[in-house]
């Protein structure tokens, strides 16, 4: 099998590379894997052939060029952030939107050429398909009414993906990935940032700006159940998922009080004194628009599995990244 | 205020603008309508300037075009029926979605150069945004799901449509039209056509295709309701929308059956009998995705309303039409 990965310089990227490399999918004999990301990314000294190729898929033929690679399995995770899409509607209309379906027109030919064998992809959608007011947690059948554009751009995305996968012009699916927690190295654009750096930056012995109340409430997942999704998706039957080609993911529902109440337990006090408030009128409007806790039933029945509770998600993260 | 109808040639597209030029709207001082369409609207005898344009929307420069009109209203009702755009997937996408994108971004770039003052777009979206299993009547809050092209094209304009709304770039909200019944005139290649068949061929004395089961049970709105949604959306303060710029109408939820029967109330039983049903496996399998009934709480909150029953949708047809 060979196999592509779009975004493979960013943190779940190169996760999920390792990921492949070292048994992740062990019903499946992996040939050759590419990686694509706008920055270069990192080589690696493994057995099988890993390729490493910088490019942007917006740009005009990068998406044939990659199609043309004519790998069986596509994990799409190439994205502008939230945070960057919210700031630069262009950009991210652009390099979300018009990029992705430049990606599956570019799939949809090179099947044709080849006799119809069509590639798998999965694509990193976001909860941030989902705006307020919500009614408790939420089920598979509530509605998508984004209140930022990278939440719409994800959502329009889903709708190409599976009108392209109904027609039979590609295999796939859209993930909805929780925030994922706790991101390691440094905060990034996306407007969740802060929802790792109030752990991380602690952690490391470093200030940490908290933007928002602690009572607000939100949906995680660690990197490594983030990979451990992606990699369950790329080996589920998708006529399982009964032209319903969108997955709201397992995670974990916690306030950012529980948060740092989590933090306590594990670091102690005098870490937890390292977070400071600091109100960011933004972010908080950002952030309070997004979703606060889901049943993710059909992700669940389909055997995806999150973290048991945000301990466990600061305890991954210190035993994988410290 | 200028007003300009995509779609101007259309059944609904010519009686919108006969409802504007007699009182439609009537708070309104209307000073010009231009009419745009894929065939040139037929020319009127009125005192105010009626405008005839043929085009079309998805050509280069069109958009720019129909935004350089300056109009303060503008009703989007161009589109790429549901069977035409199931058989024609790049037809589909591209004058279906791309274009409504070129229109928005052409609206969105004359906004900038007038300083800001925005046009108000009322999109004809359509219930084939939703697709099955449901559970009864759909609400509010359930998902888009589409099962045909069609569907999957306009929910992405929802999405595109709210998101530039969202960020100030234009005003506007969608409509999802219920299937519109009786349509006078011919047949189109739309999978709904039969519903409004099975009524007026009859009443015109001809034979009339039955292509599903008559358990088939759907929702409704006659022409005229269509108007009343557009004109009454048109003068609807959209903070009311709350930033979810999607609504479901109201209509009157029958089954084939019900349709039948009101039929022989207002016609007799002579009329009924050039029905002959004659299975079609592609359409049944289209119609059998759609949606059957709805609350349509939201928008009879908000004033809009549908026609009594269905043998008040036949008497409509009766009365306009024959």
């Given at each position: 099998m ?5 975004g493979?310089?960013?943190m ?19 040939d ?7 920055v270069?990314p ?12 910088k ?13 043309a690679?004519?790998?069986?399995l ?32 570019a ?12 590639p ?5 959608s ?11 947690p ?13 939440g719409?751009q ?6 190409l993906?599976?009108?392209?996968c109904?027609?039979?012009?590609m ?35 470093l ?23 992606l990699l ?5 039957d998708?006529?399982?998922?009964k ?11 916690c ?8 933090l ?13 408030p600091?109100?960011?009128e ?28 945000f ?12």
């Open positions: 060979k196999i592509l990965v779009l493979a310089a960013g779940i990227g190169k996760k999920l590379v390792n990921a492949l490399l070292h048994g992740g999918m062990s019903e499946t004999k992996i050759e894997i590419h990686r694509y990301d706008v270069m990192p080589s690696l000294d493994v057995d099988i052939p890993v390729h490493a190729m490019g942007d898929l917006s740009h005009e033929g990068e998406a044939e060029r990659l199609a690679l004519d790998c069986d596509i994990f799409h995770l190439a994205s502008i952030v939230s945070g960057d899409a919210e700031t630069n509607f262009d950009l991210g209309w652009s390099s979300n939107m018009r990029a992705s379906w430049a990606l599956f027109e799939i949809r030919s090179r099947s044709a050429m080849n006799g119809g064998s069509r798998k992809v999965i694509f990193s976001s909860i941030a398909v989902f705006g307020g007011p919500f009614n408790g939420i089920d598979d059948e509530f509605l998508c009414a984004p209140q930022s554009s990278y719409a994800k959502a329009a995305i889903e709708l993906l599976a009108d392209y109904r027609k039979g012009l295999d796939g699916m859209s993930l909805r990935l929780p925030t994922i927690c706790v991101r390691p190295g440094k905060a990034n654009l996306a407007a969740s940032s802060f929802f790792s750096g109030i752990i991380r930056e602690p952690l490391n012995g200030e940490a700006v908290l933007p928002v109340e602690d009572t607000t409430r939100h949906w995680f997942a660690s990197p490594e159940s983030a990979v451990g999704f369950h998706a790329a080996q589920l998708t006529e399982l998922l032209g319903r080609r969108s997955l709201n993911l397992p995670g974990v529902s306030t950012v009080a529980e948060q740092i109440e989590a306590r337990t594990v670091a102690g006090n005098d870490v937890v004194k390292l977070i400071k600091q109100a960011d933004q972010i908080r409007k950002i952030v309070g628009a997004w979703p606060e806790d889901f049943t993710a039933s059909r992700s669940k029945a389909l055997g995806f599995q999150a973290d048991s509770n301990e466990a998600i600061i305890r991954n993260y210190i035993e994988r990244e410290l």
